[in-house]
């Protein structure tokens, strides 16, 4: 929909009441620098200056490693430390968190959320971002406003993995403009789109930025109608500035320097050729000094300066809200990906088949008992194989969304985490029933009511922890060194757990506080007094002696004859919340560090970029 039109252009204004304030942005002297190995540190942009107003869209081009992506990253407040130089919003110094609240940074890779459609994303993202005060014909207004504009009316049935790249890239797009943002970063947006599918995302951002936004874009070698299509083009070289100004105006301004654009010649390849040196590089002195005199930085007037006072329009959202919101969209996303679902089902069936024919009819066998015990053990060892493994693999990318909707300020990092926990509780439940339904039986255990409670009860309680210990590893570590720091830290949990069993005399304290350090012990011991405890009478013996036919003895022979199954079970809680929180507490660090986390970060990639020079 236009709300007006200029020239017989249709300017674009997202059809709600929520009115922005126009933000003009202004740096000087920004530096940055980033530590690179035995020389101690690189600078990557060395006292650029700029301005770019609300209205125009602005283009940061240079040479790769020239450091457009970077004075991008910095101006959206994505990168900070090793930062030096002022920035200022409408004539105030910037107050970073407040900024957030009115600009959408998009980044290069399309990260959208998978298993939905193009309009049950937009649903989502307003009820995120507009919360449940606007009624939901309002939001069907602003969602078919722009799905409009954006050109994703025919694709708002597709299934986000089913979009194209100029699709992907448009929803990118689409998804952040629900609440309107005054300011909006993107990175190289047209990076894995055709000639066609760019010049229709440029036009799009061209369409935006006249509705009285600021569109500022990183982009990479732009063909001359793409180029043309910018209102204002940041050159950048090495760090330094070497062209600001209009579009239309780099071959004038190579021209009084005495460099001449050849004819038909595009003329973003050629600047970004003579800024690479590929003309001399006193050619690129010459630009890089010209620029302060041949394209002065002039003061924007205003009648005031209003700062950021348009923050405090933003929408506050509820957190039961969000929470309400991602819970349903998680749970819509898990219901969709049924080929995942039906995989994990079997796997539980078959590891039901294998386990308990392994196993079969021996739980009430007195000369069996030694492998009843095995039993136990196996089954622990499924649950946390079978919860961990999964969100390695997973996680880490679903941490890369979160990190691009946080940083958004679609919602906080609570109401997320709370709706990940509960969306997963009614999943891995039923899939260990299905498991232990099978294998319980299978194995011939004891049908009493409070026994299947207590051995399900503990092989539940097992299963979440070790979920929460690949969600603490994936909220961490890249997919690669996950699965091989969770499986590594596994096995000192299995062995750790068995340390002892058998031995008659007390172990020394430094062997029984590792011992007690796995959870798995605390789960072997609750299954062991699930089964053998509470009385059991003797157990069949089909042999002449069966030297473990009494329970009891069975506990006392592997030391746990003093345990009790609800110590155990209250340590398993515990141990379920001290990594519930730990996990929490690594995500929020992943996405908002603090010194001492940042201070780390800085140390590793010390010690990267110092092996990296060896």
């Not at 021209?255 to 003329?267: F, K, S």
């Amino acid at each position: 929909m236009c709300e007006e039109k200029r020239n017989n252009t249709c300017i674009f204004s997202v059809g709600h009441a929520r009115r922005m304030p126009s933000v003009d942005i202004e740096f000087s002297e920004i530096t940055y620098t980033v530590p690179s190995g035995r020389k101690g540190s690189k600078m990557i942009l060395r006292g650029v200056s700029g301005q770019f107003k609300s209205g125009e869209l602005t283009g940061i081009l240079g040479p790769s490693g020239a450091g457009k992506s970077t004075l991008l990253n910095i101006l959206a407040g994505y990168k900070s430390i090793g930062m030096a130089g002022h920035i200022t919003i409408n004539g105030i110094k910037l107050d970073l968190k407040r900024f957030k609240k009115l600009s959408c940074y998009i980044m290069q890779e399309d990260l959208l959320q998978p298993k939905l459609t193009v309009l049950e994303a937009m649903n989502f993202s307003a009820d995120l971002k507009l919360g449940f005060n606007i009624n939901r014909e309002t939001k069907n207004a602003v969602i078919n406003d722009i799905l409009e504009t954006l050109r994703l009316t025919t694709a708002r049935d597709t299934i986000t993995e089913r979009l194209s790249g100029g699709e992907r890239k448009r929803l990118s797009i689409a998804l952040e403009l629900v609440n309107n943002p005054p300011v909006i970063f993107l990175d190289e947006p047209t990076t894995g789109l055709d000639d066609l599918s760019s010049i229709q995302c440029i036009e799009l951002l061209q369409r935006v930025a006249k509705s009285g936004r600021t569109v500022i874009c990183s982009i990479h070698t732009p063909s001359a109608s793409i180029f043309s299509k910018f209102h204002h083009v940041y050159v950048v070289t090495a760090g330094q500035c070497a062209y600001r100004g209009p579009a239309n105006g780099v071959i004038p301004f190579l021209h009084q320097l005495g460099i001449d654009c050849p004819i038909h010649y595009n003329p973003a390849d050629f600047v970004i050729e003579v800024s690479c040196g590929e003309y001399g590089t006193d050619l690129v002195e010459k630009m890089i000094t010209a620029v302060d005199s041949r394209c002065p930085i002039i003061n924007i007037s205003r009648s005031q300066k209003c700062g950021l006072d348009g923050e405090e329009k933003c929408i506050k959202i509820s957190w039961w809200e969000q929470f309400y919101t991602l819970l349903r969209r998680m749970m819509l996303q898990f219901y969709r990906d049924r080929n995942y679902v039906f995989l994990k089902i079997s796997l539980h069936i078959f590891l039901g088949f294998v386990i308990g024919g392994l196993f079969l009819g021996i739980g009430n066998d007195g000369s069996k008992t030694l492998f009843n015990f095995g039993f136990c053990f196996a089954s622990l060892i499924v649950f946390l194989f079978i919860p961990m493994l999964p969100v390695l693999l997973h996680f880490p990318l679903e941490v890369q969304l979160v990190k691009r909707e946080h940083f958004n300020r679609w919602y906080k990092i609570s109401p997320y985490f709370c709706a990940l926990t509960i969306s997963t509780i009614p999943v891995q439940i039923v899939l260990a029933l299905i498991y232990l339904s099978m294998v319980y039986f299978f194995v011939g255990q004891p049908l009493e009511l409070f026994r299947i409670s207590m051995f399900f009860s503990t092989c539940i309680m097992c299963v979440f922890i070790a979920e929460s210990l690949g969600l603490a590893i994936g909220s961490t570590l890249s997919i690669v060194n996950g699965m091989f720091v969770g499986p590594v830290i596994s096995v000192p949990l299995m062995l750790l757990a068995v340390q002892g069993i058998g031995e008659q005399e007390p172990l020394p304290f430094y062997r029984l506080l590792p011992m007690y350090l796995s959870y798995i012990r605390y789960g072997l011991e609750a299954l062991c007094v699930a089964v053998f405890g509470y009385g059991r009478k003797t157990l069949p013996c089909p042999e002449i002696y069966c030297q473990y036919s009494i329970p009891r003895e069975m506990l006392r022979t592997m030391g746990m004859a003093e345990s009790g199954f609800w110590s155990n079970f209250l340590a398993l809680v515990i141990i379920l919340v001290v990594f519930r929180a730990i996990t929490y507490y690594l995500l929020r660090q992943r996405l908002q560090p603090n010194k001492t986390f940042q201070a780390l970060h800085l140390i590793g990639r010390l010690v990267k970029s110092h092996l990296s020079m060896e």
